[in-house]
DNA sequence: ATACCTGTTTCCCG
DNA sequence: CCGGGAAACAGGTA
């Protein structure tokens, strides 16, 4: 269930960890998370080492190491972080295992849509410290918005929301779920809002990234009550603002949610 | 058995 | 160049 916030609390789930040395490292090799790692030295490059510090930005974690030792996953689709007492037993979509005297940190990833990599060197790995800035960051302004929609004038906003290049983190709930509170159809071409719908568009990114963040991101879960994540899965379900029926369908490529005596 | 899926990448088309 | 749409990745679930 990973996106911004559910990333961050998966990255959270591994600094009972921190400051622990790493014991034993398993790793399936073939597993197709591993398509852009030489997996060769892996298991020789993590093994001894302590971990020191986890990082998120936006659907990405680093995790740095001793010994100058990087580690960037991606939970994909299906990829989940867990930890787990020392007597653990590797399960069938294991795909790495790091074992510490008193835990174990598993990844986990069925569809192996995620991805892991390693990296190096005295400094960040350039995969992790070219990303550009995230939601979270103080630079995401409004201007920041305006210019991004200048760029994509025809592209449904929906599919603008999901671009990775500028909305870190933001999936597909969290884009139904902005878009709801904007008011604003998802399938509207995004050169065609107002700079006034920009400015609520701006106001409800940072208000469903800020209570993701202390909801699902502090505690796991689900985010609060009356968001439109809770009713958002199935046809059939019911608008928490307007009390109308809610229409599903695909837009920008993804399953869209939305209310359409709300959203114009 | 069939359809669907909180993600990303690639390829083809207009 | 831009964007849509489909497919692919690989497995679980309804």
Redesign the pocket.
């Known amino acids: 269930?990973?996106?911004l916030a559910?990333v961050a609390y998966a990255c959270s789930l591994w600094n009972k960890g921190l400051k622990k040395s790493i014991k034993q490292v398993e790793i399936k090799e073939r597993a197709?998370v591993f398509r852009d790692t030489d997996v060769r030295k892996f298991v020789e490059f993590l093994e001894g080492t302590t971990l020191l510090k986890s990082a998120t930005h936006g659907?990405q974690m680093l995790f740095s190491f001793s010994n100058k030792i990087w580690i960037g996953i991606?939970l994909?689709?299906?990829g989940s972080l867990s930890i787990q007492e020392a007597n653990y037993e590797s399960k069938?979509?294991d795909v790495l295992i790091i074992r510490q005297t008193k835990q174990v940190l598993v990844f986990t990833d069925?569809?192996?849509?995620g991805r892991i990599r390693i990296h190096q060197g005295s400094q960040e790995p350039p995969w992790w410290s070219e990303l550009p800035i995230g939601m979270l960051d103080d630079s995401f302004q409004v201007d920041f918005l305006i210019n991004t929609i200048l760029?994509?004038?025809?592209?449904?906003i929906k599919?603008l929301l999901?671009d990775?290049r500028y909305f870190l983190g933001m999936?597909?709930?969290m884009a139904d779920e902005v878009l709801w509170r904007s008011k604003l159809y998802p399938g509207q071409r995004s050169g065609k809002l107002s700079e006034q719908q920009i400015r609520i568009l701006f106001e409800k990114i940072l208000f469903v990234v800020n209570g993701a963040m202390g909801s699902v991101g502090k505690h796991g879960g689900d985010p609060p009550k009356g968001w439109l994540f809770h009713v958002r899965?199935k046809d059939g379900g019911i608008c928490p603002k307007t009390g109308t029926i809610l229409k599903?369908e695909?837009i920008?490529?993804?399953?869209t949610c939305w209310s359409p005596s709300l959203q114009i």
Request: charged letters at 35%; a positive charge; aromatic letters at 8%.
């Open positions: 269930m990973p996106e559910e197709r659907k991606h994909g689709m299906t069938k979509h069925p569809r192996q849509f760029r994509h004038p025809r592209k449904p599919a999901l990775q999936g597909n709930w899965w599903r695909k920008g490529g993804r399953t």
